[in-house]
């Protein structure tokens, strides 16, 4: 892992890939930072993909959605960037009322998500760097940071030698992991990753979960959708199921079916 | 800011050579498209100059009485100068008059009557050409005021056709320069828009990804100024390799009216280069503006 | 076949409305580029139909000597009729040439000279109007030939610019035409090819499932004709709205050069289908071209 | 399982979806439908995907390939649909040499295949059941024995409710399916799946792999890409492992690591 030779900046700046290196502590505390209250969401065309839903995710927090293709998993992760606004009911982000706060704050509270899209949402006309990089360039990030973070994110994910190339020119993997490193990228409060491991193989899968994993003891919030039974029984998370719009279960340190 | 601006452009020139085939495209519509705005604006200044001189040669004039002394047609003549309407004036003597209608019968090939006489039947004229054929009533009225005019020879008639025909003409002229710019606004927005429609999912991810509108809108705009700029520097340059071949062709043209064009080229620089940066900048301002809304 | 002409236009039509803000878009600049090429073409018949009466005032006078008979002058009017250059041929008798000059006088203000003479000093003459002035030396030719003929006024110097001028008008009018013709085309095909880029992915999976390349490539060009017939319906609806007043504007002009346009309202309307429709097919064929060679 | 109400045709003409429901007994064979011998494939960025590859698959087979990501499982598949040409070697799918057979030939070669994407690869503007009714009509199927049999398919992958809804308003587990139910719709002979069940919950994923397995025994070739040790250490079926652009395992009835 090829990592940024600056001097440890004081602990509050800390990046998220200092803090992974254990060259900062992680903060604690015990405040909301996703929360739904009550909240349905009908699409136009009157399908209803969430019903009643509340949910209260504490910072530092490591939840993994479950429920069947359908259930509603990706149309939550949508109203929480408000790339969707619920129909019905309140989404607050980090304090942060998501239907009423002005436009122009919307993408100050996008830049505390990372977010690995399901279908990766890669710019196509841009190399898995640029890609990358993108997520920080957005924020203002002077030019001679990017460069050392985005190199050391690759590394994490095991792109270095795939950074020139389009995303056209890559594997489903590769177009995954290059998803996974620009939701970490911009050191993130909030981690929202929708079926990260969906086309990796076994191995990288476990590299990629160890990492949010570290992450997330970091005190950076983690919500995985996965199908991933064997992944989420493994870890004995908390695990939220959502089925047909509902959720149907919620539970600390569970498995990823009902064990009654 | 600086950096804001530099990451701005950086982005535009990449998205320019990324999406290559398209912003080829574009700037071919904006090249061909401003080529049009520029031959009609030129054409148009080309029409104005041919009316003023059709319209230079109205002239009026007044036969003035054998009695009247030099001084008094002196200051007629005067008088009439000082008019705004007037654009210059002519005082032909008797003699002189005598000497063009001999040369004219002689021209037309018939017998010359003059030598039948023996005095000059002729008048002396006073010969007013005019600004603005319009003022024909002004300059008429003028001079038949003054004692020493034996009549003003009436051309209303011919003149209220040049009116008619050089007003409809310029009228027209405006009309199609009005028509083909809204015509050339439209299209290179057009175009400007659907190269931006078809990234229409980029600008969507960048939104998802946490860009503010003003890191997606500015690589778009300064894309559409970089557009804009190529295209009328290319313009520029056809026009430029264009013109010298084409007023050689024109030159019979220019040589029979005799046509003053002065600062045309640079105005036509400038109305390429402003048209051109404008709806560049103004095209993907309004396209990119369609997906921020949301 | 049938199931597949209607497969591809079923297609077509979806995918004029599926996409259709890309496909208004292209529809916009199809109805201005017409718009554009109906104008010009319009125009162009206008200044032909100008440059031919121009040409058409264009005479040549032969002076006849009195000594003719008018069995004489009969002989040379109806061999000069029978020349293909001519346009008309008049006869003015020196009776008539005397009237003509004494109003011509009158008018001027000036004296009557010929009150001074005993018997008319003016020659009957043959005036000539020629279809082409450029074929002014054939006709002074023949009519200088006649034994009968005088001599025939010497007007090269008026007919020469006249030619020049005209011809210059008549070569920028079609190069101008030629040019916008061109810009036209571009730009529509262009149009269409930014439409299509857009669709470039849509293309490609077809080709990955199986699709034959004629089963790629019918449904855009119906697509493409959708747009040209669409754009040409457009404008033709646009020209006929705008024809009425346009024309009311213009009689000023039609009354002082009575104009003969005929069947410029047809034409017209065959050249708007005929660019909208074969350039909407064409641009879609070659631009759905690029991506099936693969 | 909704299913067509027509009468039983010929064997020959038996569609998938008649032999599926036991209207139709499977044909048996021995011939070798995909033979690759000695395919090379590099990239114009230089790029060696694949390296000296040979795989003969008889009629009939079910075959796993596996490997880690940006093994060249896609590239391989790539080339037996011709979307990319081999750099050396020889592919021949059904006795057609791919780099010989002339370019209008290429589109009923691909019609014996049915492919599922990686990344779906549906049509952005066009339904649920336009997506899938397109295999059919470009090969010029009447109308009539469309919309049966696409109705068929989409209840056999359980998007009956979806089928109006355009690919941007699924979730992608639906994406999926749809991708699947092209794949199946034309009764191709040859189905290439590349990582069909990622995005599909344990459930659908051990439906659709039991769909699979039943056409399979039809007669139909089946190649299939996943990262789903599970399934595929459960099936025993034959293995054939990448790494790196070679193939370092080929097994008969084996697991998805190796077992020595
Ligand atoms: N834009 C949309 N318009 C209409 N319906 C939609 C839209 N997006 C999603 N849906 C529907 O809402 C339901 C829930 O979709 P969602 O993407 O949230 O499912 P999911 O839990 O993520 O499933 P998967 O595991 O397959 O990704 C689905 O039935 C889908 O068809
Ligand atoms: N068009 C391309 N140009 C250059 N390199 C490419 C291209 N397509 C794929 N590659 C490279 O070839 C290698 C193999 O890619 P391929 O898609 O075959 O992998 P894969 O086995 O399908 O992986 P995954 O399981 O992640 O989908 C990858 O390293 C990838 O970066
Ligand atoms: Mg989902
Ligand atoms: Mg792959």
Redesign the pocket.
């Known amino acids: 892992m090829t990592l940024t030779a600056a001097p440890s900046p004081p602990e509050a700046a800390a990046s998220l890939l200092d803090r992974l290196t254990g060259r900062a502590r992680a903060p604690r505390a015990e405040r909301a930072v996703v929360v739904l209250h009550d909240v349905t969401k009908r ?3 009157g ?1 209803e ?2 019903k009643d839903v509340d949910l209260v995710v504490p910072e530092g927090d490591f939840v993994f959605l479950v ?12 109203l929480l960037i408000r790339d ?1 606004l619920a129909t019905k009911g309140v989404v607050v982000i980090d304090g942060a009322d998501l239907a009423r706060i002005p436009r122009r704050r919307v993408p100050k509270v996008r830049r505390k998500i990372g977010i690995v899209f ?1 279908d990766f949402k890669l710019l196509p006309r841009k190399s898995v760097w640029e890609n990358v990089a993108f997520a920080l360039e957005v924020t203002g990030t002077p030019r001679r940071r990017i460069r050392p973070a985005v190199d050391s994110v690759l590394a994490v994910v095991g792109l270095t030698g795939q950074a020139q190339q389009l995303p056209t020119q890559l594997s489903g993997g590769e177009q995954q992991r290059t998803a996974i490193a620009r939701a970490l990228v911009h050191d993130p409060r909030i981690i929202i990753a ?2 990260p491991t969906g086309n990796l193989d076994p191995v990288i899968s476990w590299e990629i979960i160890q990492l949010l994993l570290r992450i997330n003891e970091l005190g950076v919030t983690i919500l995985m ?1 996965t ?1 991933d039974a064997e992944v989420v029984t493994a870890l004995r998370k908390r695990v939220v199921a ?1 089925e047909d ?1 509902r959720i149907i279960r919620d539970e600390m340190s569970a498995a990823y079916h009902r064990e009654d | 800011m600086i950096p804001f601006v530099a990451f701005s452009i950086g982005r535009a020139w990449q998205g320019f050579w990324r999406n290559a085939l398209m912003s080829l495209a574009a700037t071919l519509t904006m090249v061909l498209m401003l080529t049009l705005l520029a031959g009609f604006f030129i054409l148009q200044n080309v029409l104005l100059a041919s009316l003023s001189f059709v319209e230079q040669k109205v002239e009026v004039v007044a036969y003035v009485q054998t009695t009247a002394t030099d001084d008094q047609v002196q200051a007629l003549v005067d008088r009439i100068k000082a008019m705004p309407e007037t654009a210059s004036v002519e005082y032909v003597t008797r003699e002189q008059a005598l000497e063009k209608f001999r040369e004219a019968q002689q021209a037309q090939g018939r017998e010359d009557l003059t030598k039948y006489l023996e005095s000059n039947p002729l008048y002396g004229s006073v010969n007013v050409h005019l600004t603005h054929p319009q003022d024909l009533d002004a300059v008429t009225t003028a001079l038949r005021d003054d004692p020493i005019v034996r009549n003003v020879l009436n051309i209303q008639a011919l003149v209220d056709r040049v009116v008619t025909v050089t007003s409809i003409v310029r009228t027209a002229g405006l009309a199609m320069v009005a028509v083909v710019g809204v015509i050339v606004l439209f299209i290179i927005v057009n175009t400007i828009r659907l190269a931006v429609v078809a990234r229409a999912e980029e600008i969507e991810i960048m939104r998802l990804v946490g860009a503010s509108d003003a890191f997606i809108r500015w690589p778009f705009v300064f894309e559409g100024a970089l557009v804009g700029l190529l295209g009328a520097v290319i313009t520029l340059a056809l026009l430029t390799a264009g013109a010298e071949p084409l007023s050689q062709a024109a030159v019979g043209f220019f040589n029979v009216l005799p046509l003053q064009l002065g600062s045309v080229g640079r105005d036509t620089a400038v109305l390429v280069f402003a048209t051109g940066l404008g709806l560049g900048v103004l095209g993907s301002w309004v396209s990119v503006r369609t997906y921020l809304i949301r």
């Open positions: 699409y136009p065309n399908k993909a969430l429920g069947p293709s359908g259930a509603g998993k990706s149309t939550l992760m949508k969707e399901q929708d079926e959708a199908h959502l719009g």
